[in-house]
């Protein structure tokens, strides 16, 4: 829904635009003086702001500037009592949206609003198309395609995002990618490890604290939310953050003003939030375990991160880049990867996700050490054993299948193409054996001229005798 | 669970306290420390234990050691990072963010956050294996 300040000091025109404006599905807000509304804006995200010119605690058009320089600063529609055109001149030199009098008439304000919020629209879907910079984040799977799509989405926006995911699926790294493809990249991208934090260090970790605010604190301290200014915070394992404390975060959220522990005044930080789980937080939030009104206001947009095992075609991407990273970074010697060690990465369920896969490749240089190419013994021993049993199982199923399901290939490991073929020469090997090597039985059966029949056994090298 | 740590061998008596806390509170958890970046670099090239999770505690008790620090920070991507720095002021604090830090304190404050914090991921790490 978009969102449409007012800053006008005359509370009836004020009234009236609120009526007008909330009819056409927007949320409407309204402040009478220039230092309430620049509050506003710089707490909130507008769209759209109506600025009179002539207020009592300052120039309307002096404001522009400060304004514009806000990340997704919201377009202006400057308004004044009387038609002056020398501000007008200067308005658009401001490169305001548009400059039109109170006195206009109803279709004025809502054509002008309406195109103001087209045109930002279009500013933002022009760049949701750019190319995002992926950082460490490998694959090209359609799961991370689909991801790759919402991390574009999200740094084209400043809303707030939640990330979920199993353990070592990436979360961070798709945080840090919607930060620096976001306006605010230049700026700091702030961690808070809800999980690591101690009940009683959160509140002052997060909102900082005044000297003498409790034993110990013999200084002031400036916290996270602060340090985040003008960036993102990045709160990990949100899930486990304190209810109490995520009811005084709500606060700062919405209005990007806090207290420090101890503290006297209010302090402001124009942060970025971004939040990551594991866990299910609809379900805490159904178990009183976590708040309701929280969880809505984090998870404006959610992206869910695919474990390794739904993306296995990812696993070679991500071997090559990891091996390529530690030859560069760690001087390492650099290994080949044998068909077999790639098989038994493929057949592994990774319950650890990447981060488990990319310990395993650290693991197996280590015992392949200087030998040029590793091979599955080089692989921890619970794989080897998951891939052994997984085989045997298979085996056995194999045998209590139809002869049909046998010579089956591995989906999981061929393309299209590659999968046809198999089947094509499991196919030309069954109808021989069938028919016991008779050509025209097997070209009656088959469908096929004997030419082709022949093309095919010398092809994939059958004898039909 | 490993808690690896790095003070430097000039880092005087910061050090000192640091390696005193560490063996009276987190008797019976592996530690390693290193006092040298190049023994930490060669660490985090080799000894890869599969099952153990490790967290790095890297004291920077000057403003040069963070930018010495700061000079691999590539080889340290990934890891689980706990940061002493030198002060509190926004610059070394700005510095400090691009280590991604689960937390960070300050050389002037008592190591007992930092003791907490450790203890709560060392007893989340058991609760985990059990």
Redesign the interface.
Known sequence: MPKVLIIDDDLEICEILVKRFKRLDHEVKYSLTLGQGLDKIFSEDFDVVFLDVNLPDGNGMDAIESIREKIFAPEIIIMTGKGDLEGAELAMKARVWDYIQKSGTHKEFKFSLIRALEYRQQKQSKTSTKKIKRG?IIGKSRQIEVCLRSVSKASNNDIPILISGETGTGK?LFAKAIHENSLRYQN????V?C????E??VES?LFGHSKGAFT?A??D??GLIK?ADKGTLFLDEVGELPMAVQKKFLRALQEKRFRPVGGKKEISSNFRLISATHRDLPEMVKQDRFRDDFYFRIASLSIEIPPLRDRKSDISLLVTYHMDRKEK??D?FPHQISDEFLKNLFGYDWPGNV?EL???I??AC?EGFQEPMLFAKHL?DHIRVFNIKARIKKHKSFESKPDSYKNRAPVEQLGLKDYIEKMKHNYVTDIISHTHGDIKTACRLSDLSRGHLYALLKKYDISSS | MKLVFFIHKDSSKKGEILQKIINTNFYGTKCQIFRAFDTLKKSLKREIQLTENEIFILLAESVSRLNELNSFIDLLEGKRIILILPDSSKASLSKASKFFPRFFTSISDTYDDLCDVLNKIINQERIKLN
């Open positions: 460490a961070e700091d991208f702030i961690v490890d999980a690591s934090l101690p009683h260090l970790v110990g013999d200084s301290k400036i340090l970074f760690f390492e981060r990319l310990n395993t650290d693991y280590s921890p």
